[in-house]
């Protein structure tokens, strides 16, 4: 277990928590040092960090040292094991994102080599800006770590995501020694199939491809290796072992070829049911007439393709998207496409589901009663259902 953390305080309502998650990291035996922007220190006083690690905290790079020897934000980075940003406003999310070295906490952020632990803190509209979330993703396709916000109340009286996960949330996430899923691969399909009409028009399905990433991420966070498959995606797929593709026809061999070696198969992407039956190899042209006609084909249903090759131990996961009769639908489809999973979501709330970050899935087994996982955020979705997923993989292979 690592034993030199670096914690990283910026100037959100959230710096009381911060306080506490020092408290956490101090008592759990760490050496904890902190740098505080100066904006931070509005918000809580240096000498509550100082009394609390027993270390002097850091705050001005310029600063004429007390300890001459060394340039602090070099040293600092080369002597944390973990380096944690909590909380982490917009602004430092934004700069550290592209690059920005003006004050100590981020010219120590550019030497320091491994992932950092980034808990975003803010306003809902600060956190759902889509500079912010662009920064954010930027942030995670460069390999850092992600504590996604909570949903809830905020200081600022109004309600949504942003606040800070909690002091506990973060050091379980940082330092939990469980890795559930250590030596299972998790294979995960994502994002939407395109059916190619010509070479410049295509048919698709709705899917941001947030929810099999989120799956992705949460998989690798609990210690799987991860392979995924991804069809069109509007996020990014940086950072994962990925197979991009095209037709409901590519995934599929895509699939096939890496699901040998699965523990657990999440099917989360949309593939599209029905392919172009005459693929036109030229683009087809404007003319007068008022109509044209595409003739429609089946897509082989990925499945069903796969389940005479599942093997004994593995466990398939799968997506039903249902506008009505959610319960029955699900149901069918568990057993009809030999699925020891099925995640149903209801696809006529607007709350949830497609392009939103939240979700709310009601998880169909063969051998538990439904249960559902309330409106969370997409990456507490995807965690229980791989805490869920592991639990079956554990009773199918004698380990539970
Ligand atoms: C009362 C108050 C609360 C604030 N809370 C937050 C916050 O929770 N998250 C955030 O991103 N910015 C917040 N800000 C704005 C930041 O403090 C501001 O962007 C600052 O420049 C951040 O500097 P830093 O990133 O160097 O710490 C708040 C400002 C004030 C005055």
């Known amino acids: 277990m690592s034993k030199r953390i670096l914690l990283g305080v910026t100037g959100g309502i959230a710096c009381y928590k911060s306080v506490h998650l020092c408290r956490l990291m101090v008592k759990a035996g760490f050496e904890v040092k902190v740098i505080m922007t100066t904006a931070a220190c509005s918000f809580v006083t240096p000498l509550t960090f100082q009394a609390i690690t027993g270390n002097r905290i850091y705050i001005n790079e310029f600063e004429a040292g007390t300890e001459p020897d060394i340039i602090e934000h070099v040293w600092l980075a080369g002597w944390a094991d973990e380096f944690i940003i909590a909380p982490a406003t917009a602004n430092i999310i934004a700069k550290i994102a592209h690059g920005i070295a003006d004050d100590l906490l981020t010219s120590t952020v550019l030497p320091y080599k491994k992932p950092i632990k980034i808990a975003p803190s803010m306003n809902v509209d600060m956190y759902a800006n889509p500079v912010t979330q662009k920064n954010l993703a930027l942030l995670a396709s460069l390999g850092h770590d992600l504590i996604d916000p909570n949903t809830g109340e905020m200081a600022c009286r109004t309600e949504g995501k942003g606040r800070m996960a909690e002091p506990e949330e973060i050091f379980e996430y940082v330092f939990s020694k469980t890795k559930p899923l250590a030596g299972l691969t998790v294979l995960v399909t994502a994002g939407a199939t395109a059916e190619a009409i010509d070479p410049v028009r295509y048919i698709t399905n709705r ?100 389940a005479p090759m599942k093997k004994n131990g593995q466990v398939f996961v799968g997506f039903a998207a249902e506008s009505d009769n959610l319960e029955e639908n699900a149901k069918k ?68």
Request: proline content about 1%.
């Open 207 to 306: 899917s941001s491809g947030k929810m099999g990433l989120a799956v992705a991420r949460q998989a690798k966070a609990l210690g799987a290796e991860v392979k995924l498959v991804a069809g069109l995606t509007s996020v990014s797929t940086d950072g994962f072992d990925t197979v991009k593709v095209q037709s409901a026809l590519e995934m599929l061999d895509a699939v096939k070829n890496a699901v040998q070696n699965t523990d657990i198969l999440v099917m989360a992407a949309a593939v599209a049911d029905f392919r172009v039956a005459e693929y036109s190899g030229a683009k087809i042209k404007k003319t007068d007439d008022d109509e044209i006609t595409l003739r429609l084909i089946k897509n082989p249903d990925i499945l069903k393709e796969l």
């Open 333 to 400: 489809k568990l057993v009809g496409k030999g699925l020891d999973m099925i995640a149903a979501n209801d696809i006529s709330r607007k709350d949830i589901g497609f392009e939103t970050d939240d979700n709310e899935i009601v998880i169909f087994s063969a051998d538990r009663e439904p249960f559902s996982t309330g409106k969370v955020s997409k990456d507490k979705v995807a965690e229980r259902l791989l805490l869920f997923a592991k639990e079956l993989h554990g009773k199918k292979n004698g380990s539970v």
